[in-house]
Structure formats: structure tokens, C-alpha cells
């Protein structure tokens, strides 16, 4: 497979999802970027095109980090978006995948966003 047929399957992926949700202030988008090595989350206010919050796996010290495997820091990631919205009154989200399936680190983000008090 060429890489123009891999990054046109990407973007169709990823507009099929985006296709059926969205974001507003009271239920931003949970936004999730998954690399080989990292994770990142956004929420998202589509109606005012902002971005609430973020988090990302760098934000962690090197000492929390240390004998995590990558879904224990997928988790740690999602929890710490979920209290930076509840902080900011915001207890309900949409979760956005992406192109990925809902399976491994990006289900582990989800989970942790739940522990922490947030609602899909």
C-alpha cells in the first residue's frame, strides 16, 4: 500500500468519526492524538472552535513515569484532563478516537477520564 493511500484511508477514518460528533462548552470533545511513544488529549469546544484543556504523557516526571507501562500512563493522562474539566465545571465529554480503534491506550485514556468523575 502507498503512503497516499494509507493517508487518504487515515483522513477518511478520521472524518467518518468526526461525521457524528461534536463538541460545545458543556460537552467538549476529548480530542486523543496516540504516537508510537506518546499520548495527547484535548477538549474541545467545536461551536466556539477553543480548546479547553489538554493533556499529554510529557506533563508526567520522569519519577511517575518510571515502571508505568504505556496504558498505566494512558490512564494517568486521561485522569488528568478529567480533573482539569471538572475543575472548570465541565463533568460530561464526547470521546473522539480518531482514527484509532477504541482498544488499548485509547481505551485506557477513556477509563482513566471515567475514574476521575468524567461522563461519555
Same mark, same amino acid.
Not at 484509532?100 to 461519555?120: D, M, S
Given at each position: 500500500? +502507498? /503512503?497516499? /493511500? =494509507? +493517508?487518504?484511508?487515515?483522513?477518511?477514518?478520521?472524518? @467518518?468519526?468526526?461525521?457524528? &460528533?461534536?463538541? =460545545?462548552?458543556? @460537552?467538549?470533545?476529548?480530542?486523543?492524538? @496516540?504516537?508510537? +511513544?506518546? &499520548?495527547?488529549?484535548?477538549? &474541545?469546544?467545536?461551536?466556539?472552535?477553543?480548546?479547553?484543556? +489538554?493533556?499529554?504523557?510529557?506533563?508526567?516526571?520522569?519519577?511517575?513515569?518510571?515502571?508505568?507501562?504505556? =496504558?498505566?500512563? !494512558?490512564? !494517568?493522562?486521561?485522569?488528568? &484532563?478529567? *480533573? @482539569?474539566?471538572?475543575?472548570? %465545571?465541565?463533568?460530561?465529554?464526547?470521546?473522539?478516537?480518531?482514527?484509532?480503534?477504541?482498544? %488499548?491506550?485509547?481505551?485506557?485514556?477513556?477509563?482513566?477520564?471515567? *475514574?476521575? %468523575?468524567?461522563?461519555?
Amino acid at each position: 500500500m +502507498s /503512503n497516499l /493511500n =494509507t +493517508s487518504t484511508a487515515k483522513a477518511r477514518r478520521i472524518a @467518518r468519526v468526526r461525521a457524528r &460528533i461534536s463538541g =460545545t462548552a458543556a @460537552r467538549p470533545r476529548l480530542a486523543v492524538f @496516540r504516537s508510537i +511513544s506518546h &499520548i495527547y488529549v484535548q477538549a &474541545i469546544d467545536d461551536v466556539a472552535q477553543k480548546t479547553l484543556a +489538554s493533556a499529554r504523557d510529557l506533563e508526567l516526571t520522569d519519577a511517575q513515569r518510571k515502571g508505568m507501562k504505556k =496504558t498505566e500512563i !494512558a490512564t !494517568a493522562v486521561g485522569k488528568m &484532563i478529567a *480533573e @482539569r474539566l471538572v475543575k472548570q %465545571g465541565v463533568s460530561q465529554a464526547v470521546f473522539d478516537r480518531r482514527d484509532k480503534r477504541y482498544h %488499548g491506550r485509547v481505551q485506557a485514556l477513556a477509563e482513566g477520564a471515567r *475514574e476521575a %468523575g468524567l461522563t461519555f
